[in-house]
């Protein structure tokens, strides 16, 4: 599955260069998750590193988005060999 950040993002910049997969990019009005990279540090991490820095918890499985861990792995796999 992979992460969502709520509307409640107050773009503190805190999540964006600490992930591996560069999938955090500023949007329009609020950070936001490409979810055909992220693996919820999958293959780099055993928690989701921007989950860890995030000062205000806005970050959440996105439920839009269901994989199981191997196939998270997978893509962590083709994205990074």
């Not at 599955?1 to 964006?16: F, G, R, Y």
């Not at 560069?22 to 928690?47: M, Q, R, S």
């Not at 893509?75 to 060999?81: D, E, P, T």
């Amino acid at each position: 599955m992979a992460l969502k950040i709520l509307d409640s993002c107050i773009n503190c910049d805190m999540c964006d260069p600490e992930c591996p997969n560069e999938a955090i990019a500023l949007g329009e009005e609020i950070y936001e998750i490409d979810p055909d990279k992220c693996t919820e540090c999958v293959g780099h991490y055993d928690n989701p590193t921007c989950v860890s820095v995030c000062p205000i918890d806005c970050i959440i499985k996105d439920p839009d988005n269901v994989e199981t861990e191997e196939e998270l792995l997978g893509k962590f796999l083709l994205m990074h060999g």
